[in-house]
T-cell receptor, first 112, second 116 residues
Framework: QKEVEQDPGPLSVPEGAIVSLNCTYS??????FMWYRQYSRKGPELLMY????GNKEDGRFTAQVDKSSKYISLFIRDSQPSDSATYLC????????????FGTGTRLLVSP | GAVVSQHPSRVICKSGTSVKIECRSL??????MFWYRQFPKQSLMLMAT?????????EQGVEKDKFLINHASLTLSTLTVTSAHPEDSSFYIC????????????FGEGSWLTVV
């Protein structure tokens, strides 16, 4: 079993839809959770960074962490074609210089 | 957010030659940087952790003599692919944690290497 599981997709939605992207994990020590967006042939771009359980909102993006279920989500409201990309979840146990553990990434396609 | 810059963004080299990729943290100091490799439609694969002033730590299965890493300053790490072969063609990405934001990890733009 992988430490972090993420559905690779692709997930296809029409413009304006609410998108839900998810990851599950097995290591209960993880406390810091991140979502990155990666466009084709580009480096990942940090979208959201959350600590422990709870919600965090930034514009059209909302990140949720449920540590009791070992489940994290990223919601995108009013999705746009420019949101079409691969979304990677990542996590680690503390703020030290530990390497991140990544999901495989979910490919999102938003059609006009 | 913090900025990490990679250079070159694309490079083509002949088989048997060496190529160097630079990773710079532009507005923060990074005692640690990470080097990844990514194949098409796959996730990031950590190759090594670069440590300023000391030897890099390589992941299992990554050849140290093939992928030379030098972290000579607090803002620069380099990855040299030695005696490159076509199978080394890939997307190489670096990242660095920013202490100012709880060690949030920022990525460079990536470098496409094609070995012909």
């Amino acid at each position: 079993q992988k430490e972090v599981e993420q559905d690779p997709g692709p997930l296809s939605v029409p413009e304006g839809a609410i998108v839900s992207l998810n990851c599950t994990y097995s290591n209960s020590a993880f406390q810091y959770f991140m979502w990155y967006r990666q466009y084709s042939r580009k480096g990942p771009e940090l979208l959201m960074y959350t600590y422990s359980s709870g919600n965090k909102e930034d514009g059209r993006f909302t990140a949720q962490v449920d540590k009791s279920s070992k489940y994290i989500s990223l919601f995108i409201r009013d999705s746009q074609p420019s949101d079409s990309a691969t979304y990677l979840c990542a996590m680690r146990a503390n703020t030290g210089f530990q390497k991140l553990v990544f999901g495989t990434g979910t490919r999102l396609l938003v059609s006009p | 957010g913090a900025v990490v810059s990679q250079h070159p963004s694309r490079v083509i080299c002949k088989s048997g030659t060496s190529v160097k990729i630079e990773c710079r943290s532009l507005d923060f100091q990074a005692t640690t940087m990470f080097w990844y490799r990514q194949f098409p439609k796959q996730s990031l694969m950590l190759m090594a952790t670069s440590n300023e002033g000391s030897k890099a730590t390589y992941e299992q299965g990554v050849e140290k003599d093939k992928f030379l890493i030098n972290h000579a300053s607090l803002t620069l790490s380099t990855l040299t692919v030695t005696s490159a072969h076509p199978e080394d063609s890939s997307f190489y990405i670096c990242s660095a944690p920013d202490r100012g934001t709880r060690n949030t990890i920022y990525f460079g733009e990536g470098s496409w290497l094609t070995v012909v």
